[in-house]
């Protein structure tokens, strides 16, 4: 099985003499849900799944996310579903980041390892299973997809963060770099996954504010975000939630790469009104 470096989450429950005071933050603009809140007692079981739980950090909610969900799924060996999705206009995209996950779709079997991903259209069917003797971990993105005449259904995706090479920003001389999933000129996906790498002491130089929505897992390192009005620490295992146009910005504060997996809706007009 191959060695994951990307952080996943281990459960359990806190001792009695641990204090209360920690780190999660939920706001108007963003969410910070640290990785010590994933416990035991927080993760959600999903139907049709067998020996699998999910902890659900993201989902459509008045003042929240409004266009996806996202979970960390663990998945007990000989576990998974032969039916995992229940709604048919649900997209979806994995993320490994511990074990091994074999995903069968469209008469194909792909073996997902740490940093495998795969992109799955609203409507296909699929299957997906733990054949391994230890747990496996993922995230699992799910977005309402908005079909559009003239452009004809995206396709499956199926590759891995070691395979795509990362795109540097201009003038930073790779040490702000991104790891690409979807093509971003095809305008059949209305949904880009990408991984974001800043080298140690690299920064986002100013204070983004735009119209897509972001969910954001630190997969290594550690960095200080600012969001909104605030100055926030993360590091890996930590969840955020930004909400359309919350200003962002942030550095890489540790030894080694931060690195996060990014979610954000692309490609369409905002809506209008509300369906």
Known sequence: MAKSSYYAPAGGHPPQNQILTGRAVFKEAYAVIPKGVMQDIVTSML???????AWILARPLTGFAETFSQYIVEVAPGGGSDHP?????????????????????SGKSHRLTPGGFAFIPAGQSYKVRNKSKKPTKFHWIRKAYENLEGLDPPDV?????????????????????????????DMRYDMHMTIVTLKPGAVIPFLETHVMEHGLYVLEGKGVYKLNEDWVEVEAGDFMWLRAFCPQACYAGGPEDFRYLLYKDVNRHPRLSRL
């Open 47 to 53: 139907p049709f799944w067998e020996g699998t739980r």
């Open 85 to 105: 999705e229940t709604d048919s206009n649900a997209e979806a995209a994995f993320f490994v980041v511990e074990g091994d996950l074999t995903l069968q779709i």
């Open 157 to 185: 995706i199926v590759t891995s963060d070691k395979d795509v090479t990362p795109t540097p920003m201009p003038d930073t001389d790779g040490r702000w770099a991104t790891t690409r999933f979807f093509n971003p000129d």
